[in-house]
């Protein structure tokens, strides 16, 4: 009996290194001449992060912090989804920033599709927010976690393969 091999692809991020990231954040907030007295709060719960702070130009600079800070920790930029800036009470603005995790149906078809029109001794499996990629050939596995590095970028999401058995 032939043996066959297999991997997963997800869309997920180290919660830990966000919770680091963010503690980072608000350290540097509390340092920094310019962000000082700005009153602004960084809150994560799970799977948002809120910011609020006095103005949109600190908002701006809180948020380059976070990017900066993320890719520092090896998190994909593709996992936060700003919202809109909302006006809240006094003169405080406020932002959501939606963290994306899972795969959706749409985007796994989409992903499965183009697998499968490439490579062909491939099988692909949607199994709720992760495709499971098997084949009889590693060297064909290797192509679809190149193919699926192209696609991550054209659908902006963030994709990882894992478990590679």
Sequence with gaps: ????????????????????????????????????????Q?????????????SELTLNAVNDIIRQKAIKRNLSLKIFEYGDIEIVSGNKVKQTILLKRGIKQEIAKTIS??????????????????????????NDLQLAIKLISELEESLNIPLKANNFR
């Design 1 to 40: 009996m032939a043996e066959s091999f297999s991997f997963d692809v997800v869309s997920d991020f180290e919660r830990q290194e966000l919770v680091n990231t963010l503690d980072q954040v608000k350290r540097e907030i509390s340092q920094r001449y310019d962000l000082k007295g700005t009153d602004s």
């Design 113 to 138: 599709k183009n697998i499968r029109d490439q490579i062909k001794k491939i099988t692909v499996s949607i199994n709720g927010e992760c495709l499971r990629v098997s084949s009889k050939s590693k």
């Design 42 to 54: 960084i809150e994560l719960d799970k799977e948002n992060i809120f910011i609020t702070t006095n």
